[in-house]
């Protein structure tokens, strides 16, 4: 995996890279959601979307947007996300990256 500076895109950028079907233009469009788009709710509707039949380094970012969502907003749909987070534990190939997400929705989002 690469890392990069994580920009901030606008609204419509970002809805045109989730669509687009290129994977590296997914990947940054969840990380710049995540990290500068003020609706968290739509951030996360997006996460929990990309879970289910995405490539898996898409599900991986989506799994670990979710856990930047509550760092720096301090707040998701905890019941809907540690649902479908817990599900994904069982996965080998995701299961440290949905356990490093529960780790931070833990130590930041208020239960």
């Known amino acids: 995996m690469q ?13 045109r ?4 079907g290129n994977e590296k233009a997914i990947i940054d469009a969840l990380l710049s959601s995540a990290y ?3 609706d968290w709710r739509w951030v996360q509707s997006n996460c929990l979307r ?12 989506a799994v670990t947007c979710l856990g930047h969502l ?4 301090r707040t ?3 019941d809907k996300v540690l ?18 997400a ?3 929705i833990r130590t930041f989002v208020p239960h």
Request: overall charge negative.
């Open 3 to 15: 890392y990069g500076e994580i920009l901030p895109m606008s609204r419509e950028d970002a809805e």
């Open 17 to 20: 890279f989730l669509q687009s």
């Open 36 to 38: 500068y788009d003020t």
């Open 50 to 61: 990309l879970l289910d039949d995405s490539p898996l380094e898409i599900r991986r970012i």
């Open 70 to 73: 509550a760092r720096v907003h």
């Open 76 to 78: 998701l749909d905890a």
């Open 83 to 100: 649902q479908k987070l817990t599900a994904l534990k069982a996965d080998p190939s995701i299961s440290g990256w949905v356990e490093d």
């Open 102 to 104: 529960l780790d931070d």
